[in-house]
């Protein structure tokens, strides 16, 4: 399995960026995806989660109405769409799959991970 994320780059605040996150080696359809974040020197967080449909969707309080989650299971792809990008959205991003029907916050709980893409929003 793998999952390969990219889009990342330097914005400056206010602006936009889209993620992607390729898979490979898995039947897309049947995986819910998230996306999470770590920031320098702090923790791995919950950022956004997509079940396998795309009709469940939660975000992070931190980030609701500005991400926005997506999937194409045609293209076997998932998107974040990063809206008014803040100093502290800085950090690198990370897709990860779940193969339960549940959708799931806890990176404990999610089987397979990409490699991360960064992003840095500048003040």
């Known amino acids: 399995v793998q999952l390969q994320a990219f889009g990342g780059g330097l914005v400056q605040a206010g602006g936009s960026l889209r993620l992607s996150c390729a898979a490979s080696g898995l039947t897309f359809s049947s995986y819910n995806m998230g996306w999470f974040r770590q920031a320098p020197g702090l923790e791995r967080e919950f950022v956004a989660t997509?079940?396998?449909?795309?009709?469940?969707?939660y975000y992070a309080d931190s980030v609701k109405g500005r991400f926005s989650i997506s999937r194409d299971n045609a293209k076997n792809t998932v998107y974040l769409q990063m809206n008014s990008l803040r100093p502290e959205d800085t950090a690198v991003y990370y897709c990860?799959?779940?193969?339960?029907?549940?959708?799931?916050?806890?990176?404990?709980?999610?089987?397979?991970w990409g490699q991360g893409t960064l992003v840095t929003v500048s003040s």
């Open positions: 997509i079940n396998w449909s795309g009709r469940s969707i």
């Open positions: 990860a799959a779940r193969k339960s029907p549940a959708v799931a916050r806890s990176i404990s709980e999610y089987e397979y």
